[in-house]
Structure formats: C-alpha cells, structure tokens
C-alpha cells in the first residue's frame, strides 16, 4: 500500500486530471505525484478543478459505492501498466495511470496472463461468434480475458468469458461506478460481480472520445496480448492493437471474408505484418504462451485413406490414371517398378477401393481422386 | 532454336521419362540431354521405353496436332523455370523440365510478370468470387494469369482472366493434347484458341497424382507470384505454394471466415509467415509489382465528417460526453480550452449536427457517436 500522503495526491490526480494526460503524467513519473498535485492545486490551468476537493471523502465515497483504488505500489498494482511509462504518446494520450477505479472481486495483479478480445461494436454475428468462441477457449486455459464492455465484439468476448467460467474484465471510458452503454447495464453488472469493472476516470465520469482513447492504451498495456476479431479500417479496437504493438505485447488478428468491411481493418493488420493471424482459441493461446506451452499439432486435415499405406502402395497408386484405365505394364512404368510388384499391389489397393478396373486396365476410384 | 539432336533427345526424353524426375533431370542438367538420352536408351529401367522410340514423328505428330516443344535454349523458353535446377526436389518430383509442350498462341516467354491463382477444387462460391476477381483485375494490368485448369478456384482465375481481357494459361498434369476434367473441355479449348495450354507430360499423357506434383512446380515457377485462394488443410494449392516459397517467388493467400474449413490451408500459410495476406487484385498487383509499382492509399473507410474539422473543433468534439449532457464549463475543462471559445465551438459543432443539446448541456449527436 502506497503511503497515505501519496495516495491521497493520486486520488486527487485522478479527480482532477483528463485520464491518460500524457503531460501530466510524464511530470507524475518524474516528480512523484505529491510534487505535482502540490503545483498543479496552486498554479496553471487546472488549479480550479482542485478547489474544494477533498480526496479522503472521495475514497470514503468510492468505497461506500464497492469502488477500491488501486495505485503503483499497491500489491495489487498490475506491474504491465509500468510499460506505459517507457512508450511515446498516441493522440496525446499516454503514460502510466496514477491509479486505477475497481469494481469487483478480480484482483488486477491477476491479469499478467490476459488476452484482451477487442473489434467493432457493430460486428457481424461471424464476428461475435468467434470472438465468443476465442474468449471462452482462453478463459476456460486459465486466463482472464479483457474487453471494453461495448456492444458487438466487446460484448460477445466478455460473455464467451462467462460461459468459459474464467475471469473477464471491464475496462471503461467512464466512471467504473456507471454503467455504458446503458444496454448494457446487466452485463457490466454481472462483471462487476464475478470479475471487475475497472476505470481510470475517476467515480461519476462521463465516457468522451479522449477518455476511449486513454482507455484502449489500458487494455492493451494490461493484456500479455491483444486479439482484434473485427475491425473496419476506422476502428478503435485498431488504436488498441496499436498501442499493444507498441508496446510489445502479441497483437492477433481473426481473418474474415474479403467481402466484409468489418475484417478489413484486421485484414490491414495482418498484411502489414502488425499482427498474427489467428483463427481460435488455441491459436491465441499458442500465440500468448510461455515457450513449450500450448503448442498444437499442424492441423492434418481429415485423415485420409493415403495416410495408412505403405510407400510402395503409394507409388503405384500415385502412377494410376485419374480418368482413362491403364494397364499393370503402363502404369509399372510410369511408378519405376517391376511388372509383378505393380499387379499384385494393384490388387490390394483395388481392395481399398482405391483404384478400380477401366476398360482393359486400372484407373483411380473416386475416394482416391481428390 | 536448340541443335537438332539436342532437341530430338529431349523430345525422346519428354516421352520415355516421368515429368519432374528429379534424378534424371538432374543428369540432365549435369551431363546434357544428349548424353543422358545415350545412356538410358542402352542399360537401366527406362530402356525398354526408347524401344520403337522415334522423336522426330513424335514432333512432327505433335506440330499436326497444334502442339509444339519449347526447350531450354529457344527463345520462347521462359527463363523463370531454370531456378527450378537450384532448389531441392520435394516428394522426388523437381529439376528442370526437358521441355515444355504447348497449345495455343500465348508465348511462354511473356509469362515473366505471371501471376498464378490457385485453390481447392471444392471453392465455395465465395472464394470462386474472390478468384475471379482477382485475376480479372491482374490480367488487366497485362500480367497473365496462370492456374492449373481444374475445377473451382482454377476454373475461376481462368474465366476472371478472361473477362479481364487478359491473357491466361493453363498448366496440365496430362498431355497439353487432352482434356482434363472433361467437363473442362470447352474452357481448355478456349484457353488453346486465345492463351495457352502447356504440360511437361508429352502428347497422350493421362493425369495421374505425380503428374499433378511435378506440375504444381511448373505453375510456381513460371509465375512471378502464387495466389492461394481457398485451400483445405491438406489441398495440392499448398504444394504449390510451397513450391513458389522455395523458389523465392512471391506466396500470397486470400483469407475467409475462420469457420470455412476451405480456407484452413491459407490461413496455415499467412499464420506460419509462409505467404501474404492479400484482399484483392491491387493488394496482389502490389506485393508482385517492382519497387514503386502498383503502390495503393491506405484505405482510410469512408471520409467522416471529423476529416474536415479543425483542431480545436476536435479538441472540443474529443470532450463532449456520449450519452448525458454537460456545460461547456465542463467541457472546456476537459479540453483544457478557454470555455469562451468552447461556448462558439460547440454552436459551430452543432451546425455540423455533431453534438446536440442535452439538459443543461451537449452531448454527442448520433452521427458522431460512432
């Protein structure tokens, strides 16, 4: 736990201050927040916002209303947030928060393992299908999984979460004592029951454009890796990708028709080599596993009736004419093999139904023709 | 024009030997055709097969069938396949070919800036779409567009090509004199009146599976660039496409729906680093074309109304809550701008149906809200 004096000028910080202020929190990292709520309460343009602001009673308040606030230092204190502090501004967004709002029984120093599940609110049901179908997988390893708490791809993550029985995780534009969007009141509710709900604008803030945008720099900070499942070529889950590139954390893509204008931005992601294609769960979890963990075979495809027969087998049967019979000389010929070999096999793989007689000789039956 | 006898060896090669031999055509290229023809017309398996053997009725049988052998050495020789002598044979079949046997008015040596397109035989209607697409759109940028003239994805970059004015070959595992599938034939005739139909296979050859491997590495070679369309996890596009990696050529994949077991092999290849990830004839005109060539926008969607606004308007844009409304004193704070000049901004965003009047305050109107 921070020290009463320091926690209290965090507090204060965050009342006062936009979310992701880059300026400010850069002076926080250099100076330590009691430094800066000192100059800041006295002089320049955000003097106003600390009168009559009186943080004890707003972590009083906070704490009457479930909220805990979690601040570097903190045991709670997800330690992948630090990273913020060594990574350039976006949209004059950036830097490490001075703590963050919680609602809920998860811990946050439990996300050191999370995948976050991000895309379009207006994603297709193809979309919100997988990123359900992701999200359960990943929560169901072991790992909590991280969204936005919006419509479309946001919400099916957290939900594919829920039916995975693992660990999800909130993270808003607005206050994490307010619900939005107000759709989604039972959801956010829910996560603030069995997981959290967490935010770095402070209690009773409303969600603008820049407090999103300070936000996707949190998901992304705080997952080991980020899965854009759709994203058209304007979409915020692409801000995000973008800050966990830059960050150095797994950026994943779920590919989708050509045809779709909700997977073009994750199209874009993918061709431009800023992220992995992935295309399920254990894919991400391949992705975002420690080395030797989670590997999975190389699909094989249906096992096919090639895979059970011996090499001589196949080179007679990979001489065999697909349309028009050939007789047991010709195709010896063609498979580099004697006469008597060829025919006695040519009989074997008649018995698999593999090659059948045509005309005088032998020719592919249709199992073997694809 | 290759030395009579030469040309007379390899014609006698082309039909006594197996298409893509890699031992033998390694000899070949080691020792010359001459010496190799010399030596296995006299001792070893293959001599049996030039007995009776007479290659000048073969070419001449040929040249009245519409059909003629392009050797290492004519000036129609495409220069492209000798890379093929440099790489490593893959399930025996590799090297290059003695000769090439050639139906229709397409010159092989114009295929330098090729582009195949190729994919499973069982393409959904919406990989046959993309296929089409595609190839319309490199054919007509003047490149041909080579596939292997089987059902599905070939099917569709050859008619795509064709509709693109373009022109297009077919690259058969049986002799460039027949017709396979069958139901193909009126396509492959119309390949032969306006393109091309090429086979390593001599005159009369049947298709068998070796013939398709061997010539998977022609497609590969001859083309500047492969792209997979739809592929199943274990589809013979993928040999083809590991041909092309081998050979340095440019590897390019189309995505689908994650759900579509047809497209598991492309998003194997793009997954693994193998091939690029490509949406459409510009993406594949772009990764094929020479430095400075074919360069697109990114796409940037559709141009929304923030495009045209100024920076502080954005600012402004940027602090107005989504859902509950707030005073420009609010706002401004937010912004960190003077709230004279957020009060004027906000009646100019107001204009622009940007935000609206909510309570006491603004907040977003719908067509900003997203």
Redesign the interface.
């Known amino acids: 736990m921070t020290g009463d004096a320091e926690r209290l000028a965090r507090v204060a910080l965050s009342v006062a201050a936009?979310p992701g202020d880059d300026r400010l929190l850069a002076l926080v990292d250099r100076l330590g927040p009691e430094l800066v709520h000192d100059q800041l309460r006295t002089e320049g343009?955000l003097a106003?916002?600390f009168h009559g602001l009186e943080p004890a009673r707003v972590l009083a308040d906070a704490e009457r209303a479930g909220l805990r606030f979690v601040a570097p230092g903190d045991e709670e204190w997800p330690r992948s947030l630090d990273d913020l502090g060594a990574v350039a501004p976006l949209q004059r967004r950036g830097g490490v928060p001075v703590g963050l709002w919680v609602r809920g029984p998860l811990r946050l120093d439990v996300l050191a393992g999370s995948v976050a599940v991000v895309g379009s609110?207006?994603a297709t049901t193809?979309g919100a299908?997988?990123a359900a179908g992701i999200a359960s997988d990943v929560a169901r390893a072991g790992r909590p999984v991280l969204s936005g708490g919006a419509f479309g791809i946001d919400q099916a993550a957290h939900r594919g979460a829920l039916s995975g029985d693992g660990g999800t995780v909130a993270v808003l534009a607005c206050g994490a004592d307010r619900v939005?969007?107000?759709a989604h009141r039972r959801l956010i509710e829910h996560l603030a029951a069995e997981g959290a709900v967490v935010s770095e604008t402070a209690p009773g803030g409303?969600?603008?454009?820049?407090r999103f945008?300070a936000r996707n720099r949190l998901i992304a900070a705080l997952a080991t890796g980020t899965v854009v499942v759709e994203a058209?070529?304007?979409s915020g889950a692409l801000n995000t990708a973008n800050w966990a590139g830059r960050l150095n954390r797994h950026v994943m893509g779920?590919?989708?028709?050509?045809?779709s204008a909700s997977?073009?931005g994750v199209?874009?992601l993918?061709?431009t080599g800023s992220a992995?294609?992935?295309?399920?769960g254990p894919?991400v979890l391949e992705v975002v596993a420690s080395a030797g963990e989670h590997l999975q075979a190389?699909?094989?495809?249906a096992e096919?009736r090639r895979d059970r027969l011996s090499h001589v087998q196949l080179q007679v049967?990979?001489?065999?004419?697909?349309?028009?019979g050939?007789g047991a000389e010709s195709i010896a010929?063609?498979a580099?093999l004697a006469v008597s070999s060829v025919r006695a096999t040519l009989g074997e793989l008649g018995g698999l139904e593999l090659v059948e007689p045509h005309g005088a000789g032998w020719r592919?039956a249709a199992p073997a023709r694809?």
Chains 1, 2 share one sequence.
């Open positions: 936009e343009a106003p916002r609110r207006s193809y299908d997988v939005y969007p107000e409303a969600p603008m454009r820049i945008l058209a070529v304007r779920v590919p989708g028709p050509v045809t997977s073009q199209h874009q993918v061709r992995t294609l992935v295309t399920s894919d190389e699909p094989r495809g096919r049967l990979d001489a065999v004419p697909v349309a028009a050939a010929r063609a580099g592919l694809e």
